[in-house]
């Protein structure tokens, strides 16, 4: 997960390490101490090429959606011909 975020009984993870780029929310017992239901909000579309870091405001999440760190080498760009606009996700909360 490259991203763990808390909201009204759900964690919201941001994963890009998978194969399978995605937006999930697990929705936690009333104890918090397992996961009852999973959901997956976003997954594989051209959106979430490569997620990351996110933030919740006003019942939405907040994402970088391609973060292009396939383009990285270190703490410089592998690539510059290659880096795209950077691209904010926005997913509604239920």
């Known amino acids: 997960m490259d991203g763990l975020y808390w909201h ?4 919201l993870a941001v994963q890009n390490g998978i194969g399978s ?8 017992s009333g ?10 909000l976003e997954n594989r579309t051209k959106l979430t090429s490569l ?14 959606a391609n973060s292009q760190i396939d383009n990285m080498r270190g703490d410089e760009i ?3 011909k290659k880096t795209e ?5 926005v ?3 239920r």
Do not use: C, M, W
């Open 8 to 11: 009204a009984g759900h964690l």
């Open 51 to 64: 997620p990351t870091t996110g933030a919740i405001a006003n019942g939405k999440i907040y994402f970088i």
């Open 78 to 80: 592998a690539d510059p």
């Open 85 to 89: 606009p950077v691209q904010i996700g």
């Open 31 to 40: 104890d918090g101490a397992k996961v009852v239901k999973t959901t997956v």
């Open 21 to 28: 780029p995605r937006i999930v929310s697990f929705l936690l």
């Open 91 to 93: 997913l509604e909360l």
